[in-house]
């Protein structure tokens, strides 16, 4: 992973509660149970502390979301946990479904953060496992395809001022390198996410494995009223 994103909160359990709300929970996602090959799948870098919507819109064609998470980071019985509430409502309220983790634990099996009707190059989803890490810096596999929002700390909504920086990070949706996700409804497709030697992200959408279509997807830090800023690019 490249150095700037990948630097770890190496820090004792009191200074993780004293910063909390202000740490990013990653979820890096791997194929087998040990985590320690080549990061694959569906991953997420997402904010403590505040209320995230439309996660998975990224994976849906730009459909919005209807569940919201928020993750908050407590301390219970000498172990520091990471709550992640996903709330029924768009401004997190409701009665939310709770998943929890043990920060420290190596490897547990994905969370189904986003649902998706889909398969991922011949994988189910259930087989995928995630690495769970807190850092001070949003955190990604290299050579994924990363959606990246932020804040729109500068109050304009016109993309005007530097937006886009790790200051201003929510959450980010990774994609590993040549991941093909292949969807069934309403008819079946699949899209792959890559990375170029140039760092351009692209998508290839190929309608039932005859039509496809290579698109360039990377995208300059842009302004979205709803969601602040986003920006697509190569980690």
Known sequence: MKSFIIFLLIISFKSIIAFGQGLFVNFVPFLTEKCNEEPFGIGFSILSGVCINNLGSFLQNGQKTSSSWYFEI???EKSTIISGFNYPDSDCSGFPEVSRF???VECVNSP????INATFSGYDFSSYYTHVSLSKVPMFPDDSVVRGVYSNADGSSDGSGDTCTFDNFVYGTVITNNLLIKYQFPFEYTDTYSCSSNGTAYINMCEENEKCLKKNISL????DESNGHTQIFCS
């Open 102 to 104: 043990v920060y420290g």
């Open 74 to 76: 407590t301390e219970y």
């Open 220 to 223: 300059e830090c842009n302004s």
């Open 112 to 115: 189904v953060i986003v649902p």
